[in-house]
């Protein structure tokens, strides 16, 4: 990751629109090499069409798409170094899995035997090979989607594209695929990008991620920087679960809320602020200075219990994490007060 | 699934009671009578015999069938040649025009084809159009006779039946999805070799299904050869016609008639297991 | 991209053309005043006048008219009680299935024998009424294929939904289903209409002799055989511009639903 490496993918200044609407509005990503990448958004935010003018599906209205430093913005589908993995799967009815996976390698016009060979180690690394003369119909949902990835990867392209990739997998075989194509995004060295709407999944899956937001990007960085450090308040609400008190900033570095001063490491002001903080970042005080609060609701998790509270001043509602046992202390209706850890606070 | 209490045989059974007595009935009818003679002034002598059959596959008229069927297939195969691109076409319109163009691709089927056929004896008139057409350009030669050939015919049976192969094609079309081209592109195709190795092997149940019905249609045409082709090239259809209405042979013809529906019955079931084979009746088995 | 697309565009131009030349020519053929192809003297209109005025033509549409309102009726009433014992059923019927779409592809010309043959066997005097049992045949197939495909479609938890609330099975056909599959009862019938007021082959066999049942083809065939004056083209025009219309109300029936 030094800075004199060139990234494998540079997005410069994206940008497409339909009719009116601007789809993707001036994005630029840098993407590096044998890195699993996340587009992550809302419906509607651009990141699928994103993912299609990086395949060549759709044209760009400006900017440039580098690989290596060439600009492949001008090159149709099927002569970029990229392959997409289609949401829905898009396999041919009339081929076998063999096939489907055999088709790739005859358009680059390899000798069959080298075909057959690549084919057989990818059939035995995405664990098809009993499968392999199988047609698409006699699959299942999570077959089927190893095939369309084995197809793609077969073809060792620099960079693999996954749109959805486990939208329509059940939660466990969600779980299990995660781990899965992390696995073999390891070990194949190929940079994914994936599109997902799902926050969890990028957290969990993704080396670097992205936010986008109707069009345009909204933060890049690494879960962990996203998630403790949200750029605005848009970005900490789509990720994890985040409490928001509206309250004053008055110019040192003091949040005031409901009458009760809480030091943050930042300083701003004097102006009317918001403060995010996280649950595992709220505590329970006995000090004068702590924000008083209502239990609404204590609710049982197994590992934890979320205290569901509101403020007694002006009823904003916010929750903290206890352990279980910690949690069983307390019940609705009870008065409380609650600190913030200063360094884990975010003022918009 | 019941739609109301009474059992669903009995509401199918007045339809099925007409078709068994006027459908399927006529044909038993002809079939028996084509192992029969004709009698002396017309009409039918019952003595069973097989001679029918036999002038049947005779030279003369085995010549005729092969003809027919020539014909046939070429008007088929032109049917197809033309509408598959048109069928593409549409299938390539912006979604909103589709329907609207799909209709008035459809709506000439509809009319009547003596009619249609008509036009084209306008078109083809040694003073026709299209002479006219010709003379108007600067030609001074003698007019083309164009009708009364076996061109004719074709462009007539092609004409006539044109606008369902569209429909057959488009429909196949307009089902296929989208990104299956796409992923084929992505592979590293071109236009051409998606074409080829996706776009047309699925799209082939229609083309099948359009060209079956085509050419069973045409073959058993009679009104096109007589119009167009002036009674100079006897199809099945119009043997048929004169056995029954002129030669007063109603044996032969109903045994050429019964032929005529073999043969259809079976291009309809070959390409029937044809198509189911090639969509995978074969289920889906949900593995863990 | 862009060239594919201007491919597709003279491709249908071309296409397109083709299909509705001859009819195109017919159209302005009606309104010409010498009525031939070699002229163009003028236009009128008194070709479709002296249609009004020709007794043969005009007995000739009554009588087609008559035909194909009864066998519409007939057929639509089976096709639909077809319809509806097929799609009721478990289990397809392979011989419903075959019985149903058999009058669509054989070759009329063999149905026309076939009926000749019984009804003369069976010594059934012919005229109107035998051509209308006959266009009942294919005109019940094609209702019945309509009013199937609107069937597939029906969302039964209605009907289920009405016998929660305590409607008969009777009562929830007539009141749920029917209203549901009506307009595509009514476009079978337009479209049975239209075949019927079209087909040729299978009256000229089963009218019988004499010209007291004759009808519109049959007196067109004849015309284009044995003396082609001018007026075929209005009548032409007429016949084709009814069917179009038919066709036109027939489909936006149709469409309403598949919103």
Sequence with gaps: MTSSQMPLLRIDQVAKSFGKTRAVDGVSLDIKENEFFALLGPSGCGKTTLLRMLAGFETLDGGKILISGKDISPLPPEKRPLNLMFQSYALFPHMSVRQNLNYGLEMERLPRKTIRRRVDETLASTDLTTLADRKPDQLSGGQKQRVALARALVKRPRVLLLDEPLGALDKKLRERMQLELKRLQHEAGITFIIVTHDQEEALVMADRMAILKDGKLLQAGTPEQIYEEPADRFVANFIGIMNFLDGEIDGTHTFVVDGSRHRVSVKHGPRKAVLAVRPEHVSITESADGLGVIITDVAYHGLDRVLHARTSSSGQALQLRLSAAEGQKYATGQAIKLAFNADKCRIY | MSFNAAKPNLLAAPAVIWLAVFMVLPCVLILVYAFFERGMFGGIEYNFTLDNFKRVVDPLYAKIFLNSARIALTATFFAIMVGYPAAYAIARAPQRW??????????????????????????????????????????????????????????????????????????????????????????????????????????????????????VLSIGNFVTPALLGGGRFQMIGNLVYDQFLTANDWPFGAALGMTLISVMIVLLMIQARATSHASGERGSREDA | MHSGALTSRIILVLVFGFLYLPIAVLVALSFNESGLPTSWSGFSTKWYMSLAVNAEILHATWNTFVVAIFATLISTVLGTMLALGMEARRRKSNTLEALAFAPMVIPDIVLAVALLSLLSRLNITLGLHTIVLSHVIFDLAFVCSVVRARLKSFDYSLVEASRDLGASGWTSFWRITFPVILPAIIAGGLLAFTLSVDEFIIAFFTAGAGRSSITLPMQIYSMIRFGVTPEINALATLVMGLSATILLISQWLNREQKA
């Excluded at chain 2, 000439?108 to 003073?127: C, D, G, H, K, Q």
């Excluded at chain 2, 010709?134 to 039946?161: D, F, H, K």
């Design chain 2, 98 to 215: 589709q329907p609207i163009l799909l209709f008035f691709a459809v709506l000439p089927f509809w009319s009547n084809y003596l009619i249609r056929t008509y036009a084209w004896i306008v078109l083809l008139n040694r003073e026709g159009l299209l002479n006219n057409l010709l003379r108007w350009l600067g030609y001074t030669g003698e007019p083309l006779s164009m009708l009364y050939t076996e061109g004719a015919v074709i462009t007539g049976l092609v004409y006539n039946y044109l606008p369902f192969v569209i429909l057959a094609i488009y429909s196949t079309l307009s089902r296929l999805n989208p990104e299956l081209m796409e992923a084929s592109r992505d592979l590293g195709a071109g236009a051409v070799r998606t074409f080829i190795r996706v776009t047309l092997p699925l799209t082939l149940p229609g083309v099948a299904a359009g060209g079956v019905f085509v050419f």
